[in-house]
Every structure is written in C-alpha cells, then in structure tokens.
C-alpha cells in the first residue's frame, strides 16, 4: 500500500512569490491535515480537509490557503511568501474522525519549503 | 486551548541502556489521546505509541512504554534497551475527542541520541 506521498520534496521560492505543495493521502482516507514545522517550534496545525470542505484551521493568515479534490488529494498555497514561511510542511491523512475514536494518522516525509 | 511541553531539547542514552523522555501538557477536557512520534532524519512522522486517556492503564509496545499521570497531566516515554535506530526527535502530542478539533497538538521535541 503506497503511503502518503508529497510532492515537491524541496521547494525554493523567492519573497512575495506563491508556492504550491501537493499531497496525496493513502487509498481509502478521506481526512488530509497540514502542519508547518519551523525550526525549533515543533508541528503547528495549519488546515484540515476532509470530503472536499475546510473542517478546521490553525492560527495562521488568510494566506495559507488550500483545497481538496474529489480524489482527496489536497494542496496547500501560500501566497506573498515571506522568509519566515521557510519550513517542512507535512501532510497527513486518516480516516475521517468519528467522535471517541482514533484512526491514527499517517504522515508523509514533507515538502522542504525555503524562501530567499 | 490546549498546550504541549516538552523540556527536554536533547538526550542521550548508552546503547542497550534505558531512557525516559518527558511531556507535560494542559488542557481542561476528560478524554483525549496522547501520542509519542518519532521524526528520524528522512522527516517522516512514525507513530511510536499511543495512549487513551479514559483507560488508567500505561500503553506499551514492544521497548516502549509510558507512564501516564492523568492528575499530573504527565506522559513520559520510556525506551528499555536503547538501539541505534532509535536515535531521532521525538514529539508528545495530543488530540482532542471533541468533534471538529481533532488536530494534533505537538510539544517542541526532544533530539535522542544514542551512544554506540
């Protein structure tokens, strides 16, 4: 079973441009969540989809902005990028969460993103 | 909200020897989920062991295991036997039960290193 892919692995983008990064969840799950993870700052929760709608969203801007499609993949856009947007942004997928109940969360290996 | 600390910035262990890693966290709901994760140097996020707060008794997987303190609010990881594989980051987390916020909620992150 293919696992969550990611894509691109690095990404290097200049102040003010937009990036784009993709993720495809494993076969079968409908939730994809993104995190940023910053030097020192550990994971911080960006956005959550599932079935194609925008579930929850972290404290970052408008900026940070995303969508999911019929497959499930998603991708994540930010725009007017900023040097301190250069990070590793993970994607993971699960299940949908039913309340109570943990179906664990399936991470992919990350998107380097580096602004200059 | 809930918060996820994690004090320790760095361990390290002799190979073979046993080592606690620890976690505190904050957070006023009854029932949750608490996480170890394991981040070695290919970035992806591997699930070490996962605790249900409802349930008194301490999760273990093969050499790791948790000392859950609920009152304390209180998640210490223990890994017996300590291998070269292990050395990694390693991150305590938590997730909400409550139906709309089951993000995952990290500490910091503790580099283990392990000594041949």
């Known amino acids: 079973e293919a696992g969550v892919t990611q894509s691109p692995t690095h990404l290097i983008k200049t102040r003010g441009q937009q990036a784009t990064l993709r993720c495809s969840p494993i076969?079968?799950?409908?939730?994809v969540y993104w995190y940023q993870q910053a030097l020192g700052l550990g994971l911080q929760f960006l956005l959550w989809?599932?079935?194609?709608?925008?579930?929850n969203r972290g404290n970052f801007p408008p900026r940070f902005s995303g969508r999911q499609f019929p497959n499930y993949s998603s991708e994540l856009n930010v725009n007017a990028l900023e040097l301190e947007d250069s990070a590793l942004y993970l994607c993971?997928?699960?299940?949908?969460?039913?309340?109570?109940?943990?179906?664990?969360?399936?991470f992919g290996s990350g998107t380097r993103l580096t602004v200059v | 909200a809930q918060t996820v600390t994690q004090s320790q910035p760095e361990m390290s262990v002799q190979e073979a020897e046993t080592v606690t890693l620890s976690c505190t966290y904050d957070?006023?709901?009854?029932?949750?989920?608490l996480f170890w994760y394991k981040q070695p140097p290919s970035r992806q996020m591997i699930l070490v062991i996962r605790?249900?707060?409802?349930?008194?008794q301490n999760a273990t997987e093969n050499r790791f295991s948790v000392n859950f303190q609920k009152a304390a609010k209180s998640f210490s990881l223990k890994i017996s036997d300590s291998q070269l594989g292990d050395a990694a980051m390693y991150f305590c987390?938590?997730?909400?039960?409550?139906?709309?916020?089951?993000?995952?909620?990290f500490g910091t992150g503790t580099r283990l290193t392990i000594i041949p």
């Open positions: 076969s079968g799950h409908t939730s």
């Open positions: 993971a997928s699960s299940l949908v969460p039913d309340r109570g109940h943990d179906y664990g969360y399936t």
């Open positions: 605790q249900e707060a409802y349930k008194q």
């Open positions: 989809y599932d079935e194609g709608e925008e579930r």
């Open positions: 957070t006023s709901e009854s029932d949750y989920y």
């Open positions: 987390a938590y997730r909400s039960t409550n139906f709309g916020n089951e993000k995952l909620t």
